[in-house]
């Protein structure tokens, strides 16, 4: 019975041991050589979490409205599917502070670093990062700061990195003051140091990150990108983010390259490529992907980006297979609406609203290409020959130019394979075609363009298509759908009133002519933007008008 009975002991220490673990941290009140482990007796600093053995269904708990100096760093960290790691808020006492938890990482690399980890939650905190030199001095060759960095850099299997409720803001490099050069928004991406919302990066060999969920995070004011996904060979698979603000970013809302099979929707982004401090990069559309695959953006708003080159709503940039853009609102974006670089690969803009897209103007304040309503450009990269793109499909989309923009077009002669259909030109002022002026501009010439299929799109009048441009429309129609515009950023403003005018219009969208794919996704659509159903033949432009 003795034996029995210290058995029994050592199993419930076993027990013990084996069970998840909470971790309470304060900034104020805490101490490192506390247990850590009782809301009593917290820790005091981010420091101390690297000396902890984290395991699955741990929780690290950083206490309402304190400011935790540093960086929260994990590393080959992981939990399970049933018992992930999570970090966040917790209230202190019953009547506790709400706000957040903010970690301010001045100084420091990241805010948060998630390094070859899986299977981590993080929600409910602040971040910020504005300026503070070095401090991190394991970090001396960074020439970035993040609020969250997750980066895989050993080979193996990694998965379901979920961040939510996050608001992150202020993340420069430098300290106010610093201007960059007049050259560096002229860069590709570029060069200096800069300061970004979130970063996923995975660009080893042999390594693969699956799962990767962004929800409901707010990213305002950051020098670069706001959030930012980088995979090499499309080894960042099925990846969400949906329900963010993306506000002022000196560079893109979001970006993403070598990604596959992707969602991002239900996402506000305003005012990328921002100049208001001049530690900013000042370029940057709403959104751009990369190198990536079977990707859907859809329901998204893309407002005011601005920048002297590119600086699209959303534009979809070389190397890319299976991009659907769909039911979004784009406005007053300087670069434009539709942009799709070369080598891309059945990519599609649909059912989206277009409203005073495209208004830069080539050589004004800075600008080194042209704003576009409609932009094909073969340009595939410095130094190599212009490709495609090929099997584009634009339809069913609504643009509206208002009088003191010039709606301007372009079309690559290398394009290949081309259906614009069902759509609505409202342009009120005058359009133009031009040539694509990427950094190796497209120099005209004879049009080499193959199986083009550009009929049965409503113009408000002759000549929204420009008369030079060497692919013109056919079974065009013309007239005003007179829409309700008290408020430009408003869809149910766009509810066309004459609606005998493009009630039931709409042709069924077939493929390309030898293109054997169409859209992976298919090119039938259920829904308008509305996400009213599509019953019977459809109509003009993104809203649908059901018959009686």
Known sequence: MKRLLVSLAVLSILATSLQAKKYFFHAQIGNDENIGTSILAPFKSLAKIPLLKIGAGDTLLLAAGQVFKGTLHLKNIKGTREKPILITTYRVGPRGVLAAAEIDASGYANGIQLLNCSFIKVEELSIRANGGGLIDRESD??????????????????????????????????????????????????????????????????????????????????????????????????????????????????????????????????????????????????????????????????????????????????????????????????????????????????????????????????????????????????????????????YNNTIVVDTNIVAKMAIDRAADGMLIMNNIFCIRGESAWVLGDQYKPDKGGAHQIKRVVFKNNLFLKDGNWPVDGWIQPEDKSFGSPQWETANLQDIFQWIPTDKPLIQGKGLPISKIPGDSIGLTIGLAVEYDILGQAILGTPSLGAIHIPEN
Not at 178 to 197: D, H, I, L, P
Not at 272 to 278: L, P
Not at 307 to 332: K, M, R, T
Request: hydrophobic residues 30%; charged residues 25%.
């Open 141 to 394: 060759q960074v020439k970035m700061r993040c609020g969250v960095l997750v980066q895989i850099t050993e080979e193996g299997e990694y998965e379901h990195i979920s961040l939510r409720r996050l608001c992150i803001a202020d993340i420069f490099y430098e300290e106010k003051g610093f201007e960059r050069g007049k050259k560096e928004v002229r860069t590709a991406n570029g060069t200096q140091k800069y300061g970004w919302g979130i970063r996923v990066i995975n660009r080893t060999k042999h390594a693969k990150l699956r799962e990767v969920l962004i929800r409901e995070c707010q990213v305002e004011n950051v020098a670069h990108t706001g959030i930012k996904l980088t995979g090499g060979e499309r080894n960042i698979e099925s990846f969400l983010i949906e329900d963010c603000e993306i506000r002022v970013t000196g560079g893109p809302g979001m970006q993403m390259s070598g990604v596959n099979e992707g969602r991002v929707r239900h996402n506000y982004i305003s005012h990328s490529g921002s100049t208001d401090d001049s530690r900013k990069w000042g370029r940057g559309s709403g959104l751009w992907t990369w190198g990536s695959r079977d990707v859907v953006i859809e329901h998204n708003q893309f407002l005011f980006a601005n920048g002297p080159g590119d600086s699209a709503g959303c534009h979809i940039d070389f190397n890319c297979e299976n991009i659907v853009v769909q039911y979004n609102l784009s406005a007053n974006n300087a670069g434009g609406f539709c942009e799709i670089l070369g080598n891309n690969y059945n990519c599609a803009y649909r059912y989206n609203i277009s409203i005073n897209d495209g208004h830069r103007v080539k050589g004004e304040n800075g600008a080194f290409q042209e704003g576009k309503t409609f932009w094909l450009s073969g340009f595939a990269g410095r130094k190599k020959p212009r490709k495609g793109p090929f099997n584009s499909y634009f």
